[in-house]
């Protein structure tokens, strides 16, 4: 039993601990979330794309609809990229520094 939970927490302290966030409007998105929590959180997003990605499974090739919302932050903060498949975040990521936005 000794050897087992060394041998655990050796596993969870080496295994990488990814916890994909970020704050918005000091409130935290996080995987998991649904498009109306990403909503209230941060408002509308900058831009709105969606994708098709195919996926091999054991009963044949599977088609995933992902919406991609992209957050500009502006030039003092880093675009957040949100993933959702089936209405939940799947995926946070950053792109570069954001941008002004027009003034017009």
Do not use: H
């Amino acid at each position: 039993m000794k050897k087992f939970m060394i041998i655990l927490v050796c596993f969870l302290v080496l295994s990488p601990l990814e916890s994909q966030a970020f704050r918005c409007k000091n409130k935290l998105v996080s995987e998991g979330d649904t498009k109306y929590d990403v909503l209230m959180k941060c408002g509308e997003p900058t831009q709105k794309d969606m994708e098709q990605i195919t996926r091999w499974t054991y009963i044949g090739y599977q088609f995933i609809i992902v919406e991609i919302w992209l957050y500009n932050l502006g030039p003092r903060r880093l675009i957040q990229i949100i993933e959702f498949q089936s209405n939940r975040v799947v995926n946070i990521r950053t792109g570069g520094y954001g941008y002004r936005k027009n003034r017009n």
